[in-house]
């Protein structure tokens, strides 16, 4: 089956400093989700990017998609206090099953 | 409704017992997903129901583990004779299938304890 491992597994910032958790496959991926998961909460849905090298952002948050669709990041300009949590990506399997990566757990000091 | 809704929030058993979790999905999502989240950990699929067709149980850990979903609507995970290796939270989500392309919507989770 399909798997994503996630890198880093853990970092901590101070605020204000940026902040990139990456995605790999070794095979082609249909699309990749991005959720985040708040310390005590559940995984919310982000985002999702479907093309070769599509760049999606939200505010301070930016996703991209690699050319061969095997890779993604998200990169959080400037964290705050508010962005502490574990950030998963998950690729599609058949069907409509997600797998999910192991996740960055990002702590901002501030 | 507004979101899905899993009940109980909470549920401590002995070993060996048997427990029941429920889902709610949002109305109108086709596809539900049962997923195990162990302390720390990332998700680990059990089970996924789409409309009316037969249900992919690849995930499901052993044949204490199994799911049901009535009516196209409510779903049912049940442990028998849990053991403490089945402590973790359990996490069902739903989506709509237009497009192929949408997001989960989780719950919040039940917290299952074995002691």
């Known amino acids: 089956g399909q798997q994503v491992m996630q890198i880093p597994q853990y970092q901590h910032v101070q605020e204000g400093e940026d902040f990139t958790t990456y995605c790999n496959s070794s095979?082609?991926?249909?699309?990749i989700q991005w959720y985040k998961q708040r310390p005590g909460g559940h995984p919310v849905f982000l985002i999702q990017l479907v093309k070769s090298g599509e760049v999606k952002k939200q505010k301070r948050l930016t996703f991209q998609f690699g050319e061969a669709k095997k890779n993604s990041s998200l990169h959080i300009t400037a964290t705050q206090t508010t962005d502490v949590g574990t950030y998963f990506c998950?690729?599609?399997?058949?069907?409509?099953?997600?797998?999910f990566g192991a996740g960055t757990i990002l702590r901002v000091k501030s | 409704g507004a979101g899905v809704s899993q009940s109980p929030s909470n549920k401590v058993t002995e070993k060996g017992k048997d427990v029941e979790l429920r889902c709610d999905p949002i109305?109108?999502?086709?596809?539900l997903y049962w997923y195990r989240q162990s302390l720390g950990q990332g998700l680990e699929f059990l089970i996924y129901?789409?409309?009316?067709?037969?249900?992919?149980k690849s995930g499901l850990p052993s044949d204490r583990f199994s799911a049901e979903r009535t009516g196209g609507s409510v779903s049912t995970l049940t442990i028998q004779r849990t053991q403490q290796e089945d402590s973790a939270v359990y996490l069902c989500?739903?989506?709509?299938?237009?497009?192929?392309?949408?997001?989960?919507?989780f719950g919040s989770g039940t917290r299952l304890t074995v002691v």
């Open positions: 109305s109108g999502h086709t596809a």
């Open positions: 989500a739903s989506s709509s299938l237009v497009g192929r392309r949408a997001g989960y919507t």
């Open positions: 095979t082609t991926l249909s699309n």
């Open positions: 129901f789409q409309g009316n067709s037969a249900p992919d």
């Open positions: 998950a690729a599609m399997e058949y069907g409509n099953k997600l797998v």
